[in-house]
């Protein structure tokens, strides 16, 4: 499962993914700071990122 939410903690978009590679169109969402999240059974990994 991959997340993108903003930094007040609404998600924006998400994505349930079953291949090792995806390829994610960001451009509906607005400039600004998000948090990417990306979770594998127990696993959690999250990021942040600015897109201009």
Known sequence: ???ITDLS???R???TV???TYNW???QI???SYI???QNGDKVVTRLFMKE
Do not use: D, E, P, W
Request: hydrophobic fraction near 45%; glycine fraction near 10%.
């Open 18 to 20: 079953t291949a090792s």
């Open 25 to 27: 169109n960001i451009s």
């Open 9 to 11: 903690g609404n998600r």
């Open 1 to 3: 499962m991959l997340s």
């Open 30 to 32: 607005k400039t600004g």
């Open 13 to 15: 978009v998400a994505a």
């Open 36 to 38: 990417l999240k990306v």
